[in-house]
């Protein structure tokens, strides 16, 4: 099943619906560019989204706006109360992952003075890899998809922002120019929410022979695990190890 970022959570409220990407797409876009503060307040944000979108299933009828909830964690346990109908994961699992991420946010020298320790690199990874796999339970049970669909489908939705790319008149530059003609090409990966084609990377990284290009550049990087290159369909895709590799070589 094919879930574009337009289908996506479709049965929610167009304004709960931005709410929530827009919340993940700051929190990863703050992260990529090591705000921890930032990237751990936005992740109490897309703590409120949710528990609204988990109240609304729960109620049969959604809100059109988020509404902060007086206690999150005594509202969270009240979700917990609802009819063991409706999926475990609406009422326990997701709730119970708010509750240790709201923590954070309150509790961690984040949202208040006082916390007992600063923000940090280790609490916004928390922070990102909680919200990624509470977006990608929604995706798995609004769309009835397996663990593995919804978190490729989490993937691909954040076109991160990064300096050292480029846009203007449907074109991405790279803008290091010592970087090499791999290093451009999983940049360009790494910061698109799709896969892109064969001819739009080699365009975009102004390489001067499609054949050298594809032969050094996309089938060795696809044997080294970094993308995956599927000719027929004309798709490169970043592999998690190039995403580690753009994030550890480059980009730090």
């Given at each position: ?21 827009t ?33 609304g299933f729960i109620d ?33 699992q ?10 954070i ?15 940090n ?5 928390c ?8 977006l ?37 530059r ?18 698109s ?26 089938k ?9 290159y ?13 995403t ?9």
């Amino acid at each position: 099943m094919v879930i574009t970022k337009e289908d996506l959570l479709q049965a929610i409220p167009d304004t709960l619906r931005a709410e929530l990407l827009t919340s993940y797409q700051e929190i990863m876009n703050n992260y990529i560019e090591y705000r921890w503060e930032p990237s751990e307040l936005n992740g109490g944000k897309l703590c409120e989204v949710v528990y609204t979108i988990l109240k609304g299933f729960i109620d049969g009828s959604y809100p059109e706006n988020t509404s902060k909830p007086r206690n999150m964690l005594e509202a969270c346990k009240l979700l917990e109360q609802s009819p063991s109908t409706l999926p475990r994961s609406v009422r326990i699992q997701i709730p119970r992952m708010l509750v240790s991420l709201y923590e954070i946010r309150n509790n961690r020298g984040v949202g208040h003075i006082g916390g007992d320790v600063n923000p940090n690199h280790m609490d916004a990874t928390c922070v990102v890899a909680t919200c990624k796999w509470i977006l990608s339970e929604l995706v798995r049970i609004f769309h009835h998809v397996t663990t593995e669909e919804a978190a490729l489908v989490i993937d691909g939705i954040v076109e991160k922002t990064i300096p050292l790319v480029w846009e203007v008149g449907g074109i991405k530059r790279v803008l290091d120019t010592s970087l090499s003609m791999k290093k451009k090409t999983l940049v360009l990966l790494y910061q698109s929410s799709e896969p892109l084609s064969e001819n739009q990377l080699f365009e975009w990284v102004e390489h001067s022979n499609a054949a050298i290009y594809r032969r050094d550049i996309l089938k060795k990087s696809h044997k080294e695990k970094l993308l995956e290159y599927d000719r027929e369909n004309d798709r490169v895709h970043i592999s998690p190890k190039g995403t580690e590799f753009v994030e550890e070589e480059i980009l730090r």
